[in-house]
């Protein structure tokens, strides 16, 4: 079993920046591909970044790429997502997801999930 704690959400005017971070736990998150996701109210989960269990591969969406940078501290069980140049198009819950695959963008894919945290960006 893992799970996942994101903190770091907030609000923040546009061009700021923050710096997510999703904490794992549990016997298999190191081996574990980890993905960020963001969702409004009454939309779908949207794909934001991916990172492979080693670190060494990453998968952006086209809408962050440039502005979000996604890493992994193994040691800490850590993951995260700096986000830079931020956009009012941004503000969202932030999911952390975690699956024993292969990184994916589709959500479906991941098994673990963790309770989100928001990120506000004012215009």
């Known amino acids: 079993q893992v799970q996942l704690v994101e903190s770091g959400g907030g609000l923040v005017q546009a061009g700021g920046s923050l710096r997510l971070s999703c904490a794992g736990s549990g016997r298999t998150f190191s081996s574990c591909a980890v993905g960020w996701f963001r969702q409004n109210p009454g939309k779908e989960r949207e794909f934001v970044v991916a990172i492979t269990w080693s670190g060494g591969s990453t998968t952006y969406a086209d809408s962050v790429k440039g502005r979000f940078t996604i890493s992994r501290d193994t040691a800490k069980n850590t993951v995260y997502l700096q986000m830079n140049s931020l956009k009012p198009e941004d503000t969202a819950v932030y999911y952390c997801?975690?699956?024993?695959?292969?990184?994916?963008?589709?959500?479906?894919?991941?098994?673990?999930w963790g309770r989100g945290t928001q990120v506000t960006v004012s215009s």
């Open positions: 997801a975690a699956t024993r695959g292969n990184t994916s963008p589709r959500s479906e894919r991941y098994e673990y």
